[in-house]
């Protein structure tokens, strides 16, 4: 069945470094692709999406780009901030196999310290 | 005003006891869903509905049942809780009219189960 597999954490960066947190996912119809973001004591909101290949999300400075040829969907962000602290979902909504449902990733704590 | 909203936002019972958890939500979206969320598990799928008279079972429905009162409002219940039904429980909506199932989250109800 359709999965999604992330790098584990967690991930502790300064303030101003380079983030990337890998993500690949296991499909068999035309995934659509997300990144949800969890801040402390709250519930999960997307970040940014992607619905076919080669489309690039985007938001606050993050970016990923949806690669069929990889199956990975990488969050990455060039200057992480200390606001940036949270749990990173990747997950996968797949209208062919998976009835609409969605299937999310282990989460990827990030902590960011000044 | 929050978009959905959970009570009660925490909750300490002892195993044995009937627990019921609600949702409501002020979006006009016709699907909802329960997950609950464990360290290193990510959100794991226990019920959702499509509208008021469709309910469906997700992977982790044993010990749990739900009622959709309304298309506004869906509960979920623990007939008689474990102590490892102690998890953080998120209610989430979409809309079947935008096509990815983007999901919208609650803020959670954190259940310790003694």
């Known amino acids: 069945g359709d999965s999604v597999t992330q790098m584990e954490g967690p991930v502790t960066l300064s303030e101003e470094a380079f983030l990337t947190i890998n993500c690949t996912y296991t499909?068999?119809?035309?995934?659509?692709l997300f990144w949800y973001v969890q801040y402390p004591g709250e519930g999960l909101q997307l970040l940014l999406k992607?619905?076919?290949?080669?489309d690039k999300g985007s938001n606050k400075g993050f970016e990923a780009t949806y690669r069929k040829e990889t199956t990975s969907f990488h969050l990455e962000k060039g200057s992480v901030q200390v606001s940036d602290s949270a749990v990173y979902f990747c997950?996968?909504?797949?209208?062919?196999?998976?009835?609409?449902?969605?299937?999310f990733g282990p989460g990827t704590s990030l902590s960011v310290i000044p | 005003d929050a978009d959905v909203t959970q009570t009660p936002r925490n909750r300490i019972t002892k195993t044995g006891k009937r627990i019921m958890l609600e949702c409501s939500q002020t979006?006009?979206?016709?699907?909802m869903y329960w997950y609950r969320q464990d360290p290193g598990l990510g959100l794991r799928l226990i019920y959702y509905?499509?509208?008021?008279?469709?309910?469906n079972k997700g992977e982790i429905s044993d010990g749990y049942s739900v009622s959709r009162q309304a298309q506004a409002k869906f509960s979920l219940s623990l007939e008689s809780a474990i102590p490892n039904q102690t998890a953080l429980y998120f209610c989430?909506?979409?809309?079947?009219?935008?096509?990815?199932?983007?999901?919208?989250f609650g803020p959670g109800t954190r259940l310790t189960v003694l």
């Open positions: 989430a909506t979409s809309d079947r009219l935008i096509l990815d199932n983007e999901q919208f």
């Open positions: 509905s499509f509208d008021v008279k469709d309910i």
């Open positions: 992607a619905t076919k290949a080669d």
């Open positions: 997950a996968l909504s797949d209208r062919l196999t998976s009835y609409d449902k969605v299937i």
């Open positions: 499909a068999t119809g035309y995934p659509s």
């Open positions: 979006k006009g979206h016709d699907r």
